[in-house]
């Protein structure tokens, strides 16, 4: 366990509005050499080129011309080019190896589950996560905030594949990467350490990033518009993002053109999970500057839980991310931006320790579905989710 007072922030410098000067540059590459996240990590080579093209691209911008009043709109769904801060924090992700863990393989099935962290930029340039709100139909945690993902359907599966599968699912973000809609491409960036889920499941955490290349004469993509057209009618009521950055802070991160709802962004407590510490994360996300992407068609539970966030669009301005998916936010924001978060956490990633010694006492055995007809087994897959 620990907590991050005096960490330095030489490191978090934020890229509001002046560009990077070449000192600025040097020390964040500088930085991302030093950095100690993951022993195994090895830096890709054109990270400096990169980093040193993006900031030629930032100066050859004209700078005696007005702002553009437009952008003083904050609409947090408006994807733009990479700042250096989040290119080198998408370098630092790319570099990650997660730590071998064999019992993995020896899972069956249906303790084998997966999720799809999505990020992309902002209009500033800032890294931004997709999270959704569960449908009232699931059984198992329905209502509350989570990645796209769930439960292997093979164990031939690969946990990405697995992610993709359940995103396409849930969001409609398409499998194959062929089909996803120009000018979107999506980036694998790597796995993190497994997670135990409250089903038993071992979950493993994938980090993405989506691309929205720049058409000539095209205005920018919008992912609500563009990339979300497609909500699953019995998983997902609503779709919204977080600031990616954030996710390490006691409080809001307040920025230009950003108005900033009543109430905190953080609190949390410690609890007991399998015999170790977990600490319990609880973040209000702010969803007022943002549009907040629900079904067109709806049906059951998942058509209340939505109607239900539309009469409280008014009042209610933050949704809650907690649990399992605030623990895993930490952990890619930790190791994607090379800092301590403010608050108290774990010091590990993930709960690979309390699986391994599950599955060695024999307590994850394959899970039997009740043979009780095929809307039943389906509505036990989905218990499966996040």
């Known amino acids: 366990m620990s907590t991050a007072d005096g960490i330095s922030t030489a490191t978090t410098k934020r890229d509001n509005s002046p560009p990077l000067t070449e000192l600025e540059t040097a020390e964040i590459l500088q930085s991302i050499r030093n950095s100690t996240t993951q022993p195994s990590t090895a830096l890709p080579a054109d990270l400096a080129l990169s980093l040193d093209l ?81 449908a009232a139909s699931l059984r198992n945690f329905s209502g509350h905030a989570a990645f796209p993902g769930g439960k292997a359907d093979s164990l031939a599966e690969s946990p990405y594949q697995i992610a993709r599968r359940e995103a396409w699912e849930e969001i409609g973000l398409p499998m194959d990467d062929a089909k996803i809609l120009k000018p979107f491409r999506i980036e694998p960036l790597c796995c993190l350490p497994c997670s135990l889920a409250k089903t038993e499941m071992a979950v493993r955490p994938c980090v993405a990033f989506l691309h929205a290349d720049d058409v000539p004469g095209k205005p920018k993509a919008l992912v609500d518009e563009s990339m979300m057209p497609r909500l699953d009618a019995k998983e997902v009521a609503a779709v919204f993002s977080g600031p990616f950055h954030n996710f390490l802070k006691a409080k809001d991160e307040p920025r230009e053109g950003e108005t900033i709802p009543p109430g905190d962004w953080y609190d949390g407590y410690w609890n007991h999970w399998h015999s170790e510490p977990w600490r319990v994360h609880n973040f209000h996300v702010p969803v007022n500057n943002q549009k907040v992407t629900k079904p067109k068609i709806r049906e059951g539970g998942q058509a209340a839980l939505a109607d239900e966030l539309e009469e409280e669009e008014d009042t209610v301005q933050r949704f809650l991310v907690w649990g399992l998916t605030g623990r895993m936010l930490v952990d890619a924001a930790r190791i994607a931006y090379d800092e301590e978060p403010e608050f108290e956490h774990n010091d590990h990633y993930g709960d690979e320790k309390i699986l391994k010694r599950l599955e060695e006492a024999g307590r994850l055995p394959d899970k039997k579905r009740k043979e009780v007809g095929q809307e039943a087994i389906k509505d036990e897959v989905k218990d499966a989710k996040i």
């Open 54 to 134: 993006h900031q030629h691209q930032r100066q050859r911008q004209p700078t005696s011309e007005p702002p553009d009043l437009a952008s003083y709109y904050w609409d947090a769904s408006t994807m733009a080019p990479l700042n250096a801060v989040s290119a080198a924090a998408l370098a630092r992700l790319r570099a990650y190896k997660p730590p071998p863990f064999p019992t993995w393989d020896h899972l069956p099935v249906s303790r084998r589950a997966a999720v799809l962290i999505l990020l992309f930029a902002d209009r500033k340039g800032d890294l931004r996560v997709v999270i959704t709100m569960r």
